[in-house]
């Protein structure tokens, strides 16, 4: 029933294709992070509409399922005369739907960090700015290095949710290759080992990381 | 509690001139007025919710005064320091620095709240040092001594690096410029944290119980430190918030003693600690020598 020769015929088919998972992840992950932290920084100003407004809009993508918003963007930014490539609206997708949860990553972050060093911070004049980079994040982060990987990983693994708006990513290369031959126990049994053999050292160098990052109260004064 | 305002009007009429300070004008009451006080508090009152903690405050410190603020705890004494880093903002009443008031600006005439680079120009004037220490922990030594200076006043990196070891070497901490503060003692975290706001160059500093954190065989090391650097610096203003009633004595110019949020008595140190008037300071006093004997 199993055969390797096939196996072997169509890894390198699906190797590749697995490079375009990889890029959506990254791309998706890097996008997450960097609006994450601006949806946390703007639900802590103190311009009341601004904050409420972030908290609102976070609030709406977080609880929608990411497939519809895949969707919604997908068929809908056309009509805004928006004309990109599926993959890069996956990635936003990606992007927008987890900076979501690390946006809530980098407030636990940041509410770890005691309120003295703002006060010290204020008492040498910083400046709001130079509060957040020099004082408050660098001490905010790492602690949750971590937990932005277990995100990390999880996004890895919603990657095919792109095969639904015709990425040809990992699953969707093996449904093309699995309805050419029919032949799809060798594909999708491939298709679950690629993904394990990315996501389980990966969880390892997590729990690494939580090892390293555990104590952060030793590390404070 | 007779009223503040008619206090300072009498203290007005009949100021006498001594001799501790030229510009000082000393009074043995409730208020002491300076010709050109560099901080100046007028009826300076705080509530935390429900709770008053400052009930009217008039104070005024002069230029290079080494003044030290008593009472018990929850008294107001860090409060009133603290509104004065601008950490915490005054419910009503006037904090002047060097005549211009801390938490309100002009504007055609009008008072309104300070921006924040009103609040940064008059920070700049003052620095703090703080009970808990407050160092940076994911910076060296150095670092935390340099950072500041750098990325605040503009100081060059070279030079703020060297004035930061001179000023390490008269903390005593010269060999643990390199290390993080997590592996440093309470009281060797203390004199950094004195070292680093000391080379901001305030007009003003305050410290805030700085030595209230430590274990006892460490406090004599900060005092010391402190004391030397008082005798320096003698055109830093110095507030002091603490305890040790010893030190108070030695460096002090002034002492305040602060109770359920009035300054009750205030003067020189000999006068407020051998001869107390009220009753409020006296108790206060007496609890502390029944503590020393213990």
């Known amino acids: ?221 | 509690m007779e009223n503040t305002a008619l206090i300072i009007e009498k203290v007005r009429k009949s100021r006498v001139k001594k001799d501790i300070k030229p510009e000082m004008i000393v009074h043995e009451g409730t208020i002491t007025i300076f010709d050109n006080p560099l901080v100046k508090y007028i009826n300076v009152k705080k509530n935390f919710g429900k709770l008053q903690v400052l009930k009217g405050v008039d104070l005024e410190v002069g230029y290079g005064e080494k003044l030290t603020i008593i009472g018990s705890s929850g008294s107001g004494k860090t409060t009133l320091i603290r509104m004065l880093m601008t950490l915490e903002k005054p419910s009503s009443g006037t904090i002047e620095i060097e005549g211009e008031s801390l938490w309100t600006i002009q504007n055609n005439g009008k008072n309104l709240p300070a921006d924040e680079s009103h609040l940064k120009k008059m920070r700049s004037k003052v620095g703090m040092v703080f009970q808990q220490y407050n160092l940076f922990p994911h910076m060296t030594v150095l670092e935390n001594c340099t950072i500041a200076p750098i990325k605040v006043k503009g100081v060059d990196p070279e030079e703020a690096k060297e004035q930061a070891i001179q000023m390490l070497k008269r903390v005593k901490m010269a060999d643990k410029i390199n290390n993080y503060p997590n592996q440093l003692s309470g009281g060797q975290k203390q004199r950094i944290a004195i070292a680093r706001a000391v080379l901001m160059r305030p007009k003003i500093l305050l410290l805030d119980e700085v030595t209230s954190a430590l274990d006892p065989e460490m406090v004599g090391d900060v005092l010391n430190v402190l004391n030397e650097i008082a005798q320096e610096e003698k055109d830093m203003t110095m507030i002091f918030v603490t305890h040790e009633l010893d030190f108070a004595r030695e460096i002090s110019d002034r002492i305040i003693f602060i109770n359920e949020g009035y300054i009750l008595e205030q003067g020189k140190p000999e006068s407020i600690l051998n001869d107390p008037k009220s009753e409020r300071l006296q108790a206060f006093l007496s609890r502390f020598k029944e503590n020393r004997n213990l």
């Open chain 1, 1 to 221: 029933m199993w055969s390797w020769s096939f196996t072997f015929k169509v890894l390198p088919k699906l190797l590749s294709a697995a490079k375009i998972t990889f890029i959506a992840t990254i791309l998706g992950f890097l996008l997450a992070s960097f609006l994450g932290l601006v949806w946390t920084l703007l639900k802590r100003t103190k311009i009341h509409w601004i904050s409420k407004s972030t908290t609102a809009i976070v609030e709406f993508i977080r609880r929608t399922p990411l497939l519809i918003q895949l969707f919604f963007l997908y068929y809908t930014l056309p009509n805004f005369n928006i004309r990109l490539p599926a993959l890069t609206v996956g990635i936003i997708g990606l992007g927008l739907h987890y900076s979501t949860y690390l946006s809530e990553v980098y407030r636990a972050g940041i509410e770890s960090v005691e309120k003295e060093q703002w006060e010290a911070a204020k008492s040498l004049n910083f400046t709001s700015y130079q509060t957040w980079t020099l004082v408050i994040l660098p001490q905010a982060i790492p602690p949750v290095i971590p937990m932005m990987g277990n995100y990390l990983i999880t996004l890895f693994k919603e990657t095919p949710l792109l095969a639904a708006i015709s990425v040809v990513e990992l699953l969707q290369e093996a449904k093309i290759i699995g309805s050419e031959y029919f032949q799809y126990l060798e594909v999708f049994t491939l298709v679950g080992v690629i993904f394990f053999i990315f996501s389980y050292p990966s969880s390892l160098l997590v729990q690494y990381l939580e090892i390293k990052f555990k104590s952060p109260a030793e590390k404070r004064i």
